[in-house]
């Protein structure tokens, strides 16, 4: 039986629970051991991310009323060593729909009616969708400078949106305290391991297109979400059979919003205090992201580079992107700078696959 489990006292709970974390403030894992990945478990008659649900905890068919066709998104190449990986052919527009799926596919499951999430804006918008499609009543907590694109879609889905002054952090304290003091379940990206059970998604889809797991696989990497969905698909394709090693993989933060790349540095095991600076690359400026010791021993074990974008190469690679036929946000655009700025320190990365995890479209203000 699936259930959750502190990350720091080991109590359990049942995944029906409406606590956002452990008594102790621990965050939930999940005690969940998928089948070995097989290609015969795959559903190729469904075509959305719930074609992997054989290796997914989810409760039972609810997924049906809550799919709206994310994923399966087309892996295009740039140029001789490079990848694209399209992720925001995605219903809102952003590759937060493969988690936002299966955590409200989890929230209906269980009969919640209500929920609350704190986002930069592209979380937010897609818990706000899917919830609306699954007829749960949102509030989405945006800090001040979110895109107002992002705004009006998150208002458009039916959901309230309350926009607070400061930064990125300080907006997830204050929604936070909402969770703690209104009981409001919450529905949030960092919080609640059901999100990385559809982020994970994104390493099937590769290795079911490719028959094969690029050489360089390049994540962002703010709260983790892409992070350690993408680990743990790797993870569960080594351990069954299917690549006989792991990929080189990348991890991308903006220089000047950097707490793993300083940890690394200094060999912590959590993240220190830093300077926050104002940044483009706004779904990766995440000072104090939650799951940073589970992040970190992700990091150390397979001895994963950080690569922090200069600020002055996003916009120069949004627009290198764009003559390409290709419109990503700025956040997205920084991918690009990093993959640039790994072959400038190392030289040629062949094999290499980045992605696109957010349309242009959500970045024009």
Same mark, same amino acid.
């Given at each position: 039986? $699936? @259930?959750?489990?502190?990350? +720091? ?5 049942? *995944? ?27 559903? +190729? ?10 290796? /997914? ?12 066709? @994310? ?18 052919? /995605? ?10 799926? *299966? ?9 919640? +009616? ?41 208002? &458009?889905?039916? &959901?309230?949106? $309350? ?20 009981? &409001? ?60 090693? /792991?990929?080189?993989?990348?991890? =991308? ?9 300083? &940890? ?25 992201? /939650?799951?940073?010791?589970? =992040? ?8 994963? @580079? ?24 700025? $956040? ?34």
């Amino acid at each position: 039986m $699936t @259930e959750f489990v502190c990350s +720091k006292c080991g109590h359990r709970e049942p *995944v029906s629970t409406r606590k956002p974390k452990c008594d102790c403030g621990g965050l939930w894992k999940l005690d969940y051991n998928p089948p070995k990945f097989d290609e015969n478990l795959i559903d +190729k008659s469904e075509w959305s991310i719930f074609r992997y649900r054989a290796f /997914m905890p989810l409760e039972d068919e609810t997924w049906r009323s809550v799919t709206m066709g @994310e994923g399966m998104t087309p892996i295009i190449p740039f140029d001789d060593d490079l990848m694209l990986k399209m992720d925001y052919f /995605m219903p809102t527009l952003s590759f937060k729909d493969r988690g936002a799926a *299966v955590l409200v596919t989890h929230c209906k499951s269980i009969g919640v +009616k209500s929920c609350v999430q704190d986002s930069s804006g592209n979380a937010g918008n897609s818990v706000a969708a899917y919830s609306g499609r699954a007829g749960i009543e949102c509030g989405i907590f945006v800090p001040e400078g979110a895109s107002p694109g992002k705004i009006d879609m998150i208002r &458009a889905h039916g &959901a309230t949106c $309350t926009v607070v002054p400061g930064a990125r952090d300080h907006c997830a304290d204050v929604c936070r305290a909402k969770v703690r003091d209104k009981g &409001a379940y919450y529905a949030n990206h960092v919080y609640n391991p059901y999100f990385y059970q559809g982020t994970k998604t994104y390493i099937y889809e590769i290795w079911e297109q490719l028959r094969r797991i690029p050489q360089h696989i390049f994540l962002p990497l703010g709260n983790g979400t892409l992070f350690l969905g993408g680990l743990y698909g790797l993870e569960h394709l080594a351990s069954s059979g299917v690549i006989d090693k /792991m990929p080189t993989v990348v991890a =991308i933060q903006t220089e000047n919003c950097a707490p793993f790349a300083k &940890a690394k540095e200094l060999g912590l095991h959590d993240v220190p205090d830093i300077d926050v600076k104002p940044t483009l690359a706004e779904g990766i400026a995440i000072g104090k992201p /939650m799951r940073a010791p589970e =992040i970190l021993d992700l990091i150390y074990k397979y001895d994963i @580079e950080i690569v922090t974008i200069p600020e002055a190469d996003i916009l120069p690679a949004r627009a290198a992107l764009a003559r390409r036929g290709v419109y990503a946000e700025h $956040t997205t655009a920084g991918n690009y700078a990093a993959y640039l700025r790994y072959v400038q320190l190392h030289g040629r990365a062949p094999d290499s696959l980045i992605t696109m995890c957010g349309a242009g479209l959500k970045s024009d203000h």
